[in-house]
T-cell receptor, first 116, second 114 residues
Framework: EAGVAQSPRYKIIEKRQSVAFWCNPI?????LYWYQQILGQGPKLLIQ????????DSQLPKDRFSAERLKGVDSTLKIQPAKLEDSAVYLC??????????????FGEGSWLTVV | AQTVTQSQPEMSVQEAETVTLSCTYD???????LFWYKQPPSRQMILVIR??????QNATENRFSVNFQKAAKSFSLKISDSQLGDAAMYFC???????????FGTGTKLQVIP
């Protein structure tokens, strides 16, 4: 079974520029998560999708961050314009709600963002 | 809202010895799941072990086991026969079964001393 795929792995941009991250969850996983992890901290949930609907985006800075999950599969997280404090690893994860290992969250390798 | 507390920012253990990482959580729910994740410097989160709240038996995965005390809301991770490859950040996580919401602790950095 293929894991959660993310790209790009690394990105360096200047402040006020834009960036987009892509995620492809494990096949059949209805729930998709985007987490932001700043160095030295635990992951912070930015947005959670159930199929292509948003379940929780309470911690998403909506003035600069946006995310979509078209057709309930792939997802894109965009930051525009970026700020220095957005430097972090952006982790995509997915889980399923039925069957073996339900509710277990599987993570991708993360996308490292550095804003200079 | 659920909270997850890891009170040990850093721990160290001698190679081949046993170490226990602590985690407590606060919830009013009866249906939930608990996880321990390992995060090496590559920053990928790797599932170590999971525990369903409705199960009384403690989960075990090879050298990793948990001590789940539901009444005390405690979920500690025991690593036996520690290996150098166990060195990493360890995160405790709470998954709300009903609301599909996940909360992570602040992590414990484990150092394994040769």
């Amino acid at each position: 079974e293929a894991g959660v795929a993310q790209s790009p792995r690394y990105k360096i941009i200047e402040k006020r520029q834009s960036v987009a991250f892509w995620c492809n969850p494990i096949s059949g996983h209805a729930t998709l998560y985007w987490y932001q992890q700043i160095l030295g901290q635990g992951p912070k949930l930015l947005i959670q999708f159930q199929n292509n609907g948003v379940v929780d985006d309470s911690q998403l800075p909506k003035d600069r961050f946006s995310a979509e999950r078209l057709k309930g599969v792939d997802s894109t997280l965009k930051i525009q314009p970026a700020k220095l404090e957005d430097s972090a690893v952006y982790l995509c994860a997915s889980s399923k709600e039925r069957g073996i290992n339900l509710n277990t969250i599987y993570f991708g390798e993360g996308s490292w963002l550095t804003v200079v | 809202a659920q909270t997850v507390t890891q009170s040990q920012p850093e721990m160290s253990v001698q190679e081949a010895e046993t170490v226990t990482l602590s985690c407590t959580y606060d919830t009013s729910e009866s249906d939930y799941y608990l996880f321990w994740y390992k995060q090496p410097p590559s920053r990928q989160m790797i599932l170590v072990i999971r525990q369903e709240a409705y199960k009384q038996q403690n989960a075990t995965e090879n050298r990793f086991s948990v001590n789940f005390q539901k009444a005390a809301k405690s979920f500690s991770l025991k690593i036996s026969d520690s290996q150098l490859g166990d060195a990493a950040m360890y995160f405790c996580a709470y998954h709300s079964g009903g609301y599909q919401k996940v909360t992570f602790g602040t992590g414990t950095k484990l150092q394994v001393i040769p």
